[in-house]
């Protein structure tokens, strides 16, 4: 049966696609450097580096959420 994500892990997978999508005027800029490389470059590496962390945290809410439903998944089983 298919189910509905969260909340919250809806919004964090969105934050990566928002901060690396809808900011580019915010960004979209050579100068100032941000160690060694230009502002740009550096906003996607860091988006890059954080999206996993986002994704992680969305995974962590609907294992909680799975685990508080009836006939969810119980902790070890596959």
């Known amino acids: ?12 997978g969105l934050i990566p696609f928002v901060g690396m999508c809808f ?4 960004w979209d800029r050579i100068h100032p450097f941000v160690a060694g490389f230009p502002f740009n470059l550096f906003w996607l590496m860091l988006w890059i580096l954080l999206t996993p962390l986002c994704l992680w945290g969305a995974y962590r809410f609907e294992m909680r959420a799975d685990t508080r439903r009836p006939g969810g998944r119980q902790s070890g089983a596959r």
Not at 1 to 12: N, Q, S
Not at 23 to 26: E, K, Q, R, S
């Open 23 to 26: 900011t580019v005027p915010l």
């Open 1 to 12: 049966m298919v189910r509905k994500p969260t909340w919250p892990a809806l919004l964090l």
